[in-house]
């Protein structure tokens, strides 16, 4: 159980912020204009993701979904700065 929650609370916080950075960035002027919304969001994605890391069977699947989310997201976002 424990692990469960240290993977919702650990990987959950850069999974949002990812998310968010990934959002933000493909939307027009790389959402300027959504930057004050995406801040409110991202403490109830961040609760959705730690509430959500319970639905795995145990806390290895957890960790490896979760980072592996992680590993994905950071990936796209770093594949969309590279110039070219």
């Known amino acids: 159980m424990i692990a469960r929650c240290l993977a919702g609370t650990l990987l959950g916080f850069p ?11 493909l939307l027009p002027g790389h959402g300027e ?10 403490f109830p994605l961040w609760t959705a993701f730690m509430a959500g890391a ?3 069977r145990n ?5 490896l979904v979760m980072g592996g989310a992680n590993a994905v997201v950071f990936g796209a976002l ?5 110039p070219g």
């Open 59 to 63: 806390g290895l699947r957890a960790w």
């Open 78 to 82: 770093w594949l969309l700065r590279l």
């Open 15 to 25: 999974l949002a912020a990812l998310l968010l950075a990934l959002l933000l960035h």
């Open 54 to 56: 319970y639905m795995f």
């Open 33 to 42: 204009a959504f930057l004050i919304p995406a801040l409110i969001l991202f």
